[in-house]
Structures are given as structure tokens and as C-alpha cells.
């Protein structure tokens, strides 16, 4: 089975440009979790999802972070507009409900603003 | 204080040495306990839970003292393989699927 898929892997962009970070969760999966790891800070949770409705969005730095999740099978985190400490990989993972609590993270996608 | 606090290393020790790797968590509500395992460059993934009773899984032994908050992984007759970064982690009490994750305790096992 595919596991939890994020694109791209990669994204270089300049300060001030839009950013959309996508993620495709294992299928039947009913939990979907946004986080950013950095050297200093370590993994962040930015957001949840259950069942596509956002729980928590507490960890969000800022208005500058959106996330959606239109149905099931796929998420976006956009960042507009994009500045350097916005630097950081960013992981998507996805769990299922009534399970050990594992969840299972995507490849991630490193982004550097410049 | 960070709700969950790790040493973050690095841990060098030669290959067949026993390790031992703590960690503190600060929310006394908190009920589940996992060590996560993160590759360079790679995404973390699970490598045990943590019950109360403690419990092994080969050479990895985790245990769990809830009086003192504590948190603990050894790894015994360690390879090269198991260099990576350990990451401990906290469900965040209450009736959430949240994660709190430590910054994690690098390990370099040396030939």
C-alpha cells in the first residue's frame, strides 16, 4: 500500500511568493496532522484534521498559513506571503482513529524561501 | 518549560554498547507514550509504544515512570544501523489525537 504522499519534495522560492504544500493521507485514514521541523524547534504540530474539519489550528504561526482539507484523500498547506523563517521541512501524516495513536508521516517536502 | 524534554546528544558509543536515552514530559494528565525513530534526511516513524509495565521489543526495552514524568529508552548491543534520532513522544492529554513530540537525542554508533 502507498504510504502518506506529499509533493513536491523540494521548493525553493523567494520571499513574498505563495507556497502550496500538498498531501495525500493512507487511505481510510480519519486523522490528518500538518507539522514543520526545524533545527531550533524541533517538529511542530501546525494543524489537524478529523474527518476533513480542522480540530485544532493552534499551532499556525500566523494568518500568512492556511490549510484545507476539501475531502479525504487530499490536503494543502499554503503560505502566502512566504519569508525566510518560513524555512523548514514540513511533514504530513495521518492516522486512524481507535488505533495506538501511530501516526504515519510522508516523505516531507523541504521548503527554502530565499 | 517544554512539555516534553529530551537530552539532545549527540550519543557516541561503539558498536555493541548499551545506551540509554531519558526523557520528561510536563503534562501529568498525559496517558500515551511512544518513541519515535527519525533517519537523516528522512520522516520519523514509530519504534515502540511505552506502557506502564515497561516492555521490550528485541534489543529496545522502554519504560515509564509516572510518578517522576519520566520516560526512558536502552538499547542494548547496539549497531551501526541504529545510529538515528530518537524522539520522545507525549499524547497530549485529554480527549485529543495530538502528539507533542521532543526535539530528539541523536545517536552515532561507531564501527
Known amino acids: 500500500d502507498a504510504g502518506v504522499i506529499q509533493s513536491p519534495r523540494h521548493e525553493v522560492t523567494e520571499m513574498g511568493q505563495e507556497v502550496t504544500l500538498r498531501c495525500k493521507p493512507i487511505s481510510g485514514h480519519d486523522y490528518l496532522f500538518w507539522y514543520r521541523q526545524t533545527m531550533m524547534r524541533g517538529l511542530e504540530l501546525l494543524i489537524y484534521f478529523n474527518n476533513n474539519v480542522p480540530i485544532d489550528d493552534s499551532g499556525m504561526p500566523e494568518d500568512r498559513f492556511s490549510a484545507k482539507m476539501p475531502n479525504a484523500s487530499f490536503s494543502t498547506l499554503k503560505i502566502q506571503p512566504s519569508e525566510p523563517r518560513d524555512s523548514a521541512v514540513y511533514f504530513c501524516a495521518s492516522s486512524l482513529a481507535g488505533s495506538s495513536y501511530e501516526q504515519y508521516f510522508g516523505p516531507g517536502t523541504r521548503l527554502t524561501v530565499t | 518549560r517544554k512539555e516534553v524534554e529530551q537530552d539532545p546528544g549527540p550519543f557516541n558509543v561503539p558498536e555493541g554498547a548499551t545506551v540509554a536515552f531519558n526523557c520528561t514530559y510536563s503534562n501529568s494528565a498525559s496517558q500515551s507514550f511512544f518513541w519515535y525513530r527519525q533517519d537523516c534526511r528522512k520522516e520519523p516513524k514509530l519504534l515502540m509504544s511505552v506502557y506502564s509495565s515497561g516492555n521490550e521489543d528485541g534489543r529496545f526495552t522502554a519504560q515509564l515512570n509516572r510518578a517522576s514524568q519520566y520516560i526512558s529508552l536502552l538499547i542494548r548491543d547496539s549497531k551501526l544501523s541504529d545510529s538515528a534520532t530518537y524522539l520522545c513522544?507525549?499524547?497530549?492529554?485529554?480527549?485529543?489525537?495530538?502528539?507533542?513530540f521532543g526535539t530528539g537525542t541523536l545517536l552515532a554508533v561507531q564501527p
Open positions: 513522544v507525549v499524547k497530549d492529554g485529554g480527549a485529543t489525537n495530538k502528539l507533542i
